[in-house]
C-alpha cells in the first residue's frame, strides 16, 4: 500500500479484552516509526509482544508478511480479532519473545514490550504482564538486546519503543555490544498515566523520575554494522 493509498484508507478496528494491552501514544509512535520503513510485499515482520495485534495489522496492510508473536494467550486471540476485523492475514506464534520462532530471521522486527519499573520484584502476573517489567523496567528489553541479531537478516531493522526511566544509554549500549548499530530515531513527551502515578514515591526514591509529571517515549533503530 503507497502513502497515499494509506492516508486514504479506513482507520483500523481494533478490539481490545481486559487484560490486554490497548493500543496507546507508544504503539502510535512505533507505528510511525514502522510507516517509514517502506514496508512491501517482499518484508517479512516480527511483532514481538503484539498486544492487541495492531501494529502487525498495520504492518500487513502495508503489504508485509507478518508473524505475531505473544506469551498471552488472550492478545493472541485479540490478535486473530482484529485481523479478522480488518481483512488481514497473519501468522501467530505463542511464546516468550525469540523462542517463539526459533531458526527464523525477518526484514523487519518490532517491539512495544512491558517497560514500566516496578516496585514488586517478583515476576508480574495477571493484567500487570502488560507493562510492568521488573525494578529497571528492563526485565525484556535486556532480551530483546541480546537475542536481536539473530532474528534480523544481514539488512534487517529493529524497532524498539520504551520508556526513558528504564535507561535509554542502557538500551543503545546493550545493542551495541551485541553488534548492532543503534539509534533514538523518534521521540515524544507525555504526562504520567494512571500507573506511573500511583508508584510516583517509589520511583522518586529509585531517583528514577526528576519531576514526577512526564515521560520520555522513544524509538530505537538497529540494525547490523
Known sequence: ????ALAAAPPLRCW??????PPQTDSRLLGRAMRREGVTARTDVLDLGTGSGILAVEAARLGGRVTAVDISWRA??????????NG???RLRHGDLAHAVPGRRFDLVLS???????PDPAPPRGQARAWDAGH???????RLCDNAPALLRPTGTLLLVHSHLCGVGATLTRLADAGLRAEVV????????????SRLAWLSGQGLTADGTTEELVVIRAEHT
Open 16 to 21: 481490545v479484552p481486559r487484560g490486554v494491552y
Open 112 to 118: 512495544n514490550p512491558p517497560y514500566v519499573p516496578a
Open 136 to 142: 529497571d523496567g528492563r526485565l525484556l528489553i535486556d
Open 1 to 4: 500500500m503507497t502513502a497515499d
Open 186 to 197: 523518534d521521540r515524544t513527551l507525555l504526562p504520567f498515566g494512571r500507573v506511573l502515578r
Open 76 to 85: 493472541l486471540a485479540a490478535t486473530w480479532c482484529n485481523a479478522r476485523l
Open 88 to 90: 488481514q492475514a497473519l
